[in-house]
């Protein structure tokens, strides 16, 4: 039983909605399908749907649609499903498709994935990563478990799932930053050993594991999931507790190595 929800407003083309339904009736899929509106939020849609006892709830859209839905079903027993319209190339790596037909017959092929998911205190979770909104290098402070660490960053990264980042761990999340100058890199506090702390090949580009981190900047900052903003720092990230179940493809490259 599949109930879908689709924000309409947000497609480039009307059309496609329709060419999604008919697709889906021809999988012999088709369900019942929700629209975000001023009366009812995704959050309120996604309820609506477990109370109708959908054991499948779909999210067709972006990252901000998919990771609200995600939000709601995490450690929850119905299964999350993803048609990606205009998401990024994250979202559909996670879950082997680029394209909204592939992903439709994803869903009648109902293979399932147990991950995690990133969540800030606001709130607000990622399926994949978060990226720190700067345009300059900035000075910033992470507190992880036994560590302080400050650096100026060019780029920095909390990943949940990134293609390019090699996942050890279900529990931890990787947090990948460039500093200008690595060799300043002030480690503050360090209190016994630390798992999975390293330094990549890339001589300015570090890479640190923890289930939990604090991220301080001298002024607000935007952290970024595709082009959406999710949280501003100050801001407590950590790893789910829970689980969440997504229907994913065999080309998915969320792998645990």
């Not at 959050?43 to 109370?51: A, H, K, P, Q, T």
Request: net charge neutral; glycine share 6%; with cysteine.
């Amino acid at each position: 039983m599949y109930y879908y929800i689709l924000d309409i407003k947000k497609f480039k083309k009307h059309s496609v909605v329709e060419d999604i339904k008919n697709y889906l009736s021809v999988l012999g899929i088709s369900g019942e399908y929700a629209y975000p509106s001023a009366a009812y939020t995704t959050e309120d849609l996604v309820e609506l749907g477990i109370s109708k006892k959908y054991n499948t709830i779909v999210a067709i859209g972006d990252d901000n649609l998919v990771n609200t839905v995600a939000g709601k079903l995490c450690g929850r027993p119905e299964a999350l499903g993803v048609i990606p319209i205009d998401a990024s190339s994250d979202l559909c790596d996670l879950i082997g498709s680029k394209a909204w037909k592939d992903a439709a017959d994803n869903l009648r092929f109902r293979v399932l994935q147990e991950i995690k998911i990133g969540k800030t205190t606001n709130g607000k979770v990622f399926l994949t990563s978060i990226n720190l909104g700067v345009s300059h290098p900035t000075e910033v402070t992470i507190e992880v478990k036994d560590f302080i660490i400050q650096a100026k960053v060019a780029e920095l990264m909390i990943s949940n799932f990134n293609p390019t980042v090699t996942k050890l761990d279900l529990d931890f999340l990787d947090i990948i930053f460039r500093s200008t100058n690595p060799k300043d890199i002030a480690f503050l506090s360090k209190i016994g050993s630390f798992f999975g702390a390293k330094k990549q090949n890339d001589n300015d580009l570090s890479l640190i594991r923890a289930r939990s981190l604090r991220l301080f900047t001298s002024n607000q900052i935007p952290l970024l999931s595709g082009n959406d903003t999710v949280a501003k720092t100050p801001q407590l990230i950590e790893v789910s507790d829970d689980l969440l179940r997504i229907i994913v493809g065999k080309k998915s490259l969320y792998k645990i190595y």
